[in-house]
């Protein structure tokens, strides 16, 4: 087991990528802390992990409300008493031309997928500089990297994201802590789903590998970057898009 006795903080993985990556590191022995908004959601899927035999918590939390992170991390503390590796997975869409762009949608997808994870990070950190080690991991997506019609808000929260990772990674080198992001590319999940077939048709034509990627492929990279294989690799950003951005 790659991650027995350790401790995995996934945020948004009540469904999708990060319910995936939970479910990657549960798999690999390790006791993940499923986080969501929704509470009894986040208990019910941390005890569908546990029936299959692995080990899990959840927690209700809003990751935009830095007060409430600390609530809830302090807790998983006095339960848990380590974090040992952080997924920053929690996001949002809200898309529009900028020009039809509310200010509203703006401001909620920067605050959920930005600023969340400023306030995980920078709370669960501060257990990690205690340690003297730990792995932040991050989810943004390659829409960060190249912009994308109708994703103005979306683009501007994911390149923070990596931005962000690349600043807080020279930071805490020095207390043996990585941080890297990783950055889906077309990714079949509920939120995919929601695009009409001309468009996948139109996107597929653009991926050489000639397929949407699955949640596993995201939550390999992941576990890849947690493991013992990736102590020396922090700062960086791993691109899973068939071949997209090529």
Not at 111 to 122: E, I, Q, R
Not at 148 to 177: M, W
């Amino acid at each position: 087991m790659l991650f027995k006795d350790e401790v995995v903080l996934v945020t948004g993985s009540t469904r999708g990528i990060g319910l995936a990556v939970a479910q990657a590191f549960a798999e690999q022995g390790a006791l993940v802390i499923i986080i969501g908004r929704d509470g009894p959601q986040a208990q019910s899927v941390a005890a569908q992990i546990k029936a299959k035999g692995h080990l899990a918590d959840g927690f209700g939390c809003d990751v935009t409300n830095l007060a409430q992170v600390q609530e809830t991390v302090n807790k998983i503390l006095d339960i848990h008493k380590r974090i040992d590796i952080l997924v920053n997975n929690a996001g949002i869409t809200r898309d529009n031309l900028l020009l039809r762009l509310d200010e509203n949608d703006w401001d909620e997808v920067i605050k959920v997928n930005l600023k969340g994870t400023f306030n995980v990070t920078k709370v669960v950190t501060k257990a990690m500089l205690r340690a003297k080690k730990g792995k932040v991991i991050s989810i943004a997506s390659v829409i960060g990297m190249t912009g994308n019609v109708g994703q103005a808000n979306y683009a501007a929260s994911k390149a923070g994201i990596i931005a962000f990772s690349k600043s807080v990674a020279k930071e805490f080198a020095y207390r043996n802590i990585t941080v890297n992001v990783v950055a889906p590319g077309y990714i079949r999940t509920d939120m995919t789903a929601k695009i009409s077939e001309a468009v996948q048709s139109k996107v597929l034509e653009h991926i050489p590998l000639a397929r949407f990627g699955e949640v596993a492929d995201v939550a390999g990279v992941c576990l890849f970057l947690a493991s013992p294989a990736a102590n020396y690799i922090t700062g960086q950003t791993i691109v899973v898009d068939g071949g997209l951005t090529i």
